[in-house]
């Protein structure tokens, strides 16, 4: 899907441009669904959560494959894990799996260019399925938070506050955690953590703006074109907050210096105002 598509879809814009094929749509939609027997949308129901489940990797169990040595970073910090574990990702897949001899049990590999903080994220997903922190459901509220969201200092036992941000030694700078978690998510051909990544970034409250755009910017540079859903995410959280962006200062120096991020922002926002400039055309009372 083109990038400026899944944006207009992102913003709801494209239901705005075309009432006429969303009515049908949606009723013909209802109308299935008023004559789908209980049972039946149980079943439905039933079969998208296994396959939610089949799409993210299960619980860590107790495993007799060879464990496998991470040397990441600049400072090669040492991670080990189960190489079945690993295996989940095409990326080790295709180094254990092709690049060591067959029941090798000394087996380790280099991340060099790799933060070890992303990493854990990345082994912890792995492992458990999420990773800190966690994403949970409010009853109350029917809406998703993340743990420990509304406690800085964090519950006694608890792992401390969420911070959203990290250090990234590629960046020299602070950039925003989950974007981080995203691009290697990306590399290493985990769709899962993509999806939960992202989700947890839309979660994220009071950013400062320029954290935004060197976030923005490092997910533009560690994502190929082929991307959409991070560069799209941004495109449209700047596109709905602009006056915010615009009144900062720090929108004027971050595009002086010149990125594609700014381009596809500059497409995206004439297209954006072409929208409107439909929806007040069509919804405007016509001369008879």
Avoid at 21 to 48: E, F, H, M
Avoid at 147 to 158: H, L, T, V, Y
Wanted: charged share 25%; proline share 5%.
């Amino acid at each position: 899907m083109p990038l400026v598509s899944f944006l207009c879809k992102m913003m709801g814009m494209d239901e705005k441009v075309k009432p006429s094929n969303r009515s049908s749509t949606r009723s013909s939609r209802v109308g299935k669904s008023r004559s789908l027997p209980r049972k039946a949308y149980g079943g439905q129901v039933k079969r998208k959560k296994i396959q939610e489940k089949l799409e993210s990797p299960p619980p860590a169990s107790p495993v007799l494959s060879p464990i496998v040595t991470l040397i990441v970073g600049r400072d090669e910090r040492l991670f080990v894990a189960h190489e079945d574990i690993l295996c989940h990702s095409r990326y080790f897949q295709s180094i254990l799996r092709d690049g060591f001899v067959e029941g090798s049990m000394n087996k380790s590999v280099t991340l060099l260019e790799e933060e070890p903080e992303a990493l854990s994220c990345v082994l912890e997903f792995l492992y458990k399925g999420d990773y800190y922190p966690r994403l949970l459901r409010n009853e109350g509220t029917n809406s998703w938070q993340l743990e420990n969201s509304q406690n800085a200092i964090g519950d006694p036992g608890s792992r401390g506050s969420s911070e959203p941000t990290m250090f990234h030694s590629g960046v020299g700078d602070i950039v925003l955690r989950d974007t981080v978690v995203y691009c290697t998510a990306e590399k290493y051909g985990l769709e899962g953590l993509k999806r939960l990544a992202l989700r947890k970034q839309g979660l994220q409250r009071g950013i400062p703006i320029s954290v935004i755009l060197r976030s923005a910017r490092f997910a533009y540079d560690n994502t190929p074109d082929s991307e959409y859903r991070l560069r799209a995410h941004y495109l449209a959280m700047i596109i709905r907050t602009r006056q915010i962006f615009k009144d900062s200062g720090t929108m004027q120096f971050e595009m002086e210096t010149g990125h594609t991020f700014f381009f596809d922002l500059f497409v995206a926002m004439c297209n954006h105002m072409d929208d409107l400039e439909q929806v007040r055309t069509n919804d405007s009372p016509k001369a008879t």
